[in-house]
């Protein structure tokens, strides 16, 4: 929704805009707000509306944001971080390129690809026609990056990751292999070298090589510190910049978390954010996400707690200001409104997503493939399968489950994902089902994209549906 839309929620406006504006602080040099709320809630447009409109001009922020659903960057740390890198925003560094002023983070990121290179590389000398196994290995590489563990000791990593195809099909090659990569051990230093007397480059590689998040963390604290306040005294040594002037605090902006958690929470919560409560200068840190952010990582709560503000939790919009979001696209019509409010129930996204439709003459093949992958965005595709089974279900439960998939541990974790999806999910009807005005839609889309995909999902439901009957029947006898 873009700010022109912007209607309601004046309460949370003003608490979002206390917080950037210093008014509203936490213990510390570090605050961090959450915003809370299902897919499609408006919680991105209640950010962006509070920035467009707030006068922060005296808090001069170096902005940081990276977005886990849009930005394709996100699926690996290295690249997550230097997208976070390039995205720096403020007035005062307009005139050169962002990686001038982060000198500390290229350094560490071009270290990690070259061991990450190196380590393909040698496994190619020993596999040459594996390409299987060469990308499992770069997928395990990526995993102990993320978690920050060491890079040759791959048991540990499996117990986390024992969903993960490519590692778990290369298994066997892999426990064998990984830990007798030369390029992933430890390089031994040079007397001078262990006094610090000539390159720190060994040293480097083999923090990296212990743990990924804990340098880059520190290289992305030390830039950081050069921009607003002033070099460290530990990186005295280091080739940097002087402060910029006209920037003085961070602003951190993490949107759509649940899709960043798994590439930056722990470099997140185990390093960075640790490191900025003691940094030199102010940072606020804004997490967008779906889910209560202490349930995402326990450090949020055993670490982090006194930097946490009160939450901000957003829901559907009452009715009255419904009508004024459809008002601020041209309908003025009373039964359009009435129609609008009981096929969206509030969600901002959906407003959008229902005036589209009405402006290009109903529910047109083009407009059904941007209505399925505008909702389904937030989903990885294990989630778009699910959601495509219960479509076609009246209700949504274990039983209708079990019958859908002929597989109960599966039943267990569909059920369990469905009862948090609330973007999706109709929360006023008795019972849990896909809200109406997507379910028909996305089914709509499914006969047009993938018809025999359709039918076979109709006659399972069928034969769920018989299956209940017959149940409920029994019952009554």
Not at 94 to 100: A, D, L
Not at 252 to 272: M, S
Not at 311 to 338: H, T
Not at 399 to 427: C, H, P, Q
Request: proline share 4%; charged share 30%; aromatic share 6%.
């Amino acid at each position: 929704m873009t700010v022109e839309h912007f209607v309601g929620r004046h309460d949370t406006v003003t608490r979002l805009g206390a917080v950037l504006s210093g008014r509203e602080r936490a213990k510390g040099k570090l605050a961090i707000q959450s915003i809370e709320g299902s897919g499609g809630i408006g919680k991105t447009s209640l950010l962006d509306h509070v920035l467009a409109t707030s006068d922060l001009s005296d808090r001069n922020y170096l902005t940081l944001r990276i977005n886990g659903n849009d930005d394709p960057s996100a699926g690996n740390l290295v690249r997550a971080v230097a997208g976070m890198v390039n995205s720096a925003e403020a007035e005062a560094i307009r005139h050169r390129p962002p990686g001038y002023y982060f000198p500390s983070v290229g350094s560490v990121t071009k270290a990690i690809d070259t061991i990450r290179y190196e380590a393909i590389a040698e496994f190619q000398k020993q596999q040459p026609n594996n390409e299987d196994g060469r990308l499992a290995l770069a997928r395990y590489l990526d995993i102990a990056l993320e978690l920050g563990k060491r890079l040759n000791d791959f048991s540990p990593i499996t117990k986390q990751y024992v969903n993960s195809r490519e590692i778990e099909k290369e298994r066997p090659l892999l426990e064998k292999v990984v830990p007798i990569l030369t390029s992933l051990r430890d390089e031994g230093q040079k007397l001078p070298e262990r006094f610090g007397l000539f390159s720190k480059t060994k040293s480097l590689r083999n923090s990296i090589k212990e743990n990924a998040c804990r340098p880059l963390a520190d290289a992305l604290v030390s830039d950081l510190s050069a921009i607003l306040s002033g070099y460290r005294k530990d990186d005295r040594s280091k080739s940097t910049h002087k402060k910029v002037s006209g920037i003085d605090g961070l602003l951190l902006i993490l949107d759509d978390y649940e899709t960043l958690q798994h590439t930056i929470g722990e470099f997140l919560v185990g390093h960075l954010l640790p490191a900025l409560k003691e940094a030199n200068f102010e940072s606020v840190v804004v997490v967008l996400c779906r889910d209560q952010l202490e349930a995402t990582h326990p450090a949020w709560d055993q670490h982090l707690k006194p930097n946490l503000l009160k939450r901000i939790e957003l829901n559907p919009l009452p009715r009255s200001e419904m009508d004024l979001l459809v008002e601020s696209f041209g309908v003025q019509q009373q039964d359009e409104k009435e129609r609008a409010w009981g096929d969206t129930q509030g969600y901002p996204l959906f407003v959008q997503l229902w005036i589209e439709e009405t402006e290009s003459g109903g529910r047109t093949a083009l407009m059904l493939k941007r209505f399925y992958e505008r909702t389904t965005r937030w989903m990885s595709d294990q989630e778009k399968q699910w959601l495509q089974r219960t479509l076609f279900l009246d209700e949504v439960n274990k039983r209708s489950l079990r019958g859908m998939l002929s597989n109960e541990s599966e039943a267990e974790e569909v059920f369990r994902w469905f009862e948090r999806e609330g973007s999706v999910r109709d929360t006023r009807g008795p019972s849990f089902r896909v809200r109406e005005f997507i379910r028909s839609r996305l089914i709509d889309y499914l006969r047009t994209s993938d018809p025999d995909l359709c039918e076979e999902m109709e006659r399972r439901s069928c034969s769920t549906s018989r299956s209940d009957d017959s149940s409920n029947d029994s019952d009554d006898h």
